[in-house]
């Protein structure tokens, strides 16, 4: 397959680290833009720019003849679409395949098949990988109410056709699960367009570990290791690191050997993560789903691997074998990554848009910080509001804890709040400090820190009215 310009459907910080890929690899980009990117990163330092639509996604980024139409409009003949937007839409991968345009991602079937998480815990089972405790679709609440009581509470609902930690929620008792199955549905047919529904049995005391698979079109596939991503707010991730801490060595190859069984059960191509569920008390792991796209928490897998997962994508797309077995592959050290968004921890983490005055981000040895943002940068309030994610990389988890707590506080972001702060909090954090995490940590940490913040402004306060006093 021939990849030689390649058209980004993306924008952000993913959109930056795409097109560094390909100038690595002596490929042409792309970038499509709404017309609230014009004047974006991607925008400047792409070979070419393309408007595709209005700021709103529907309009622009979503819309898959408007991505078609631009990259045949500028003679590319491959398409990357990054992650969020159309990155598991089958329908983009199948509207590239119709018009001879290489899609840089696994297979319009393979995304079909994990798309469906029912159809995903499926094909799990049929591979022998450990699967939660739950139910095929559940079509009313008192049907849903039978199978919970079956299970046993607390349990999840979720959407079948969800995805990126959305489409969740927990019912913990008989009473609630009336409303909150209706609140489910709503949610899931408002984000997917599918309200189909099934539970699954809630653990309390969870970490949420995901493996990194790579695989090509001879039947080649490997992992690239495991990351820990249990911290979380509303089931999105904040906080990501590689490799797992706290595991035993036999789980953590049960885990790696599971996602290559998975993934090799379906042949499938290019990057793609299989997320588990790590039961602390029992010991054991559960599939969740797996990700057929880029993840935005890959950084930390290139930085112990020293493998670029994006280079390898566009290696892969164009007919490739894979570099490597899995002897190969090796890891070293420990990395954290950080996700700062645009939103304040003050305000019940609401997203904050507007214009950045003073962008200073760290700098040092063994720092990364992949972003699209700069001083004098207006943060649009149609998209996400990631603004970048910092990465470091240690001998081990102490030394990385260490140093992403000091590139954190000589971070400075001036013109709109950051959750820098409450990253901050977080590295300092005893539990996360000494490993101890769960999906269900940040909801502990952020009354924490929220009262750390007041009692550090009422002293402020005191002492400004002391120094005031004639």
Sequence with gaps: MTVSRVLIANRGEIAVRIIQACQALAIET?????????????????????CIGPARAADSYLNVGAIIAAALGTGADAVHPGYGFLAESPRLAEACAAEGLTFIGPTPLQIRQMGNKLQARALARECGVPLLNGSEEVRTAEEA?????????????????????????????????????ASAAAEARSAFGDDTLYLEKYIPNARHVEVQVLGDRFGNIIHL???????????????????????????????????????????????????????????SFYFLEMNTRIQVEHPVTEMITGIDLIQEQLRVARGERLRFVQSDVTFRGHAIECRINAESPEQG?????????????????????????????????????LLGKLIVYGSDRAEAVERMRRALAQFVIVGIPSTLPFLQFVMSHAGFVAGNVNTRLVDQMIPQMLAQSKVREDRSNQSSDKQAVP
């Design 349 to 385: 983490f609401r997203p904050q848009p507007g214009r950045i005055v003073t962008w200073l981000p760290p700098q040092g040895p063994n720092i990364r910080l992949d972003t699209h943002c700069y001083a004098g940068y207006t943060v649009p309030m149609f998209y996400d509001s």
């Design 145 to 181: 109410a039978a199978v919970a009581d079956r299970l046993g509470f607390p349990v999840m609902l979720k959407a079948a056709a969800g995805g990126g930690g959305r489409g969740i929620k927990i019912a913990p008792d008989h009473q609630s699960i009336g409303q909150i199955f």
């Design 30 to 50: 792309v970038v499509a833009v709404s017309d609230a990117d014009r004047e974006s990163a991607p925008a400047h330092i792409a070979g070419r720019t393309v």
């Design 225 to 283: 290791g495991e990351r820990d991503c249990s911290l979380q707010r509303r089931h999105q991730k904040m906080v990501e690191e590689a490799p797992a801490p706290e595991i035993s060595s036999a789980l953590r190859q049960e885990i790696r050997d599971a996602a290559v069984t998975l993934g090799r059960k379906i042949g499938y191509e290019n990057a793609g993560t299989v997320e588990f569920l790590v039961d602390q008390e029992a010991k």
